[in-house]
């Protein structure tokens, strides 16, 4: 099994900045690509960004410019910085990785689609 953590998310004034971060831990045994969703009340989770192993990167166009995506794969961590919040970028964030984790129980491995349980930005006017 594998989880993934959020952490970062608050409360800030629409111009402002914010970084957030996702860790993941237990039986990992690779991580491929990793990526930053969200989702606002009453709407669909969106593609925020993501980033596969070698660095390669995509993000929405409703963030580009203003946020960076990045990972430190020594620390099975992917990052998310925002600045220029805006208001519409509220949401409840959420961090998702494709996992190698092994199956203690089989002796196996299995690539595994992983979400964390997400973190709250909200930014007012």
């Known amino acids: 099994q594998a989880q993934l953590v959020e952490s970062g998310g608050g409360l800030v004034q629409a111009g402002e900045s914010l970084k957030l971060s996702c860790a993941a831990s237990?039986?990992?045994?690779?991580?491929?690509?990793m990526g930053w969703y969200r989702q606002a009340p009453g709407k669909l989770r969106e593609l925020v960004a993501t980033?596969?192993?070698?660095?390669?990167?995509n993000y929405a166009d409703s963030v580009k410019g203003r946020f960076t995506i990045s990972r430190d794969n020594a620390k099975n961590t992917v990052y998310l910085e925002m600045s220029s919040l805006e208001p519409e970028d509220t949401a409840v964030y959420y961090c998702?990785?494709?996992?190698?984790?092994?199956?203690?129980?089989?002796?196996?491995?299995?690539?595994?689609?992983?979400w964390g349980r997400g973190t709250q930005v909200t930014v007012t006017s």
């Open positions: 980033i596969t192993s070698s660095g390669h990167t």
């Open positions: 237990g039986s990992i045994r690779s991580i491929d690509g």
């Open positions: 998702n990785a494709d996992i190698l984790v092994g199956i203690t129980t089989t002796q196996t491995f299995e690539w595994r689609a992983t």
